[in-house]
């Protein structure tokens, strides 16, 4: 990535949203639509971003830092810039399954689920665009046969 495409994601909600994968596959007017909703959140190091049992109100963009996703006290994943959480219970309105915590200082672009929906529900074009990327995550995280 050029240092131009750097400033760009960090000054241009659309071109961020760009860039992440359950967004792939949407035009730019789609793009567009869904930056307009967006919101920058700063965390500090330590922070928890989202806590399992709670309900969950957003999807969560990494933008610039990292965290972990701790279930049950183990850490079972780490994320960065580009990657993102919380896109089922945007949909489904549903418990968070786990912890996020910042690592570092830390900023994400959220999507609120309020706000998020009746997009979803007016666009059905970005509706399935946004599922076929999450039944693909979804599909990687299934255990695979042993051979």
């Not at 997009?119 to 979804?138: C, F, G, H, P, Q």
Request: a neutral charge.
């Amino acid at each position: 990535m050029t240092e131009e495409e750097r400033m760009a994601v960090k000054t241009d909600p659309t071109e961020s949203l760009r860039r992440v994968p359950i967004f792939r596959g949407l035009d730019k007017k789609e793009l567009e639509t869904l930056a307009k909703l967006v919101k920058e959140q700063q965390y500090g190091a330590g922070a928890t971003i989202v806590q399992a049992g709670a309900g969950g109100h957003g999807l969560y963009i990494i933008k610039e830092g990292r965290v972990s996703v701790v279930r049950d006290g183990q850490t079972v994943a780490t994320m960065g810039p580009g990657q993102f959480f919380g896109e089922i219970a945007v949909l489904d309105g549903g418990p968070r399954t786990a912890d996020v915590r910042a690592d570092a200082d830390t900023v994400c672009l959220t999507l609120v689920s309020w706000e998020i929906k009746p997009v979803l529900m007016d666009n059905a074009a970005i509706s399935y665009k946004m599922l076929l990327e999450t039944v693909k995550r979804l599909r990687s995280q299934e255990p695979r046969p042993q051979d």
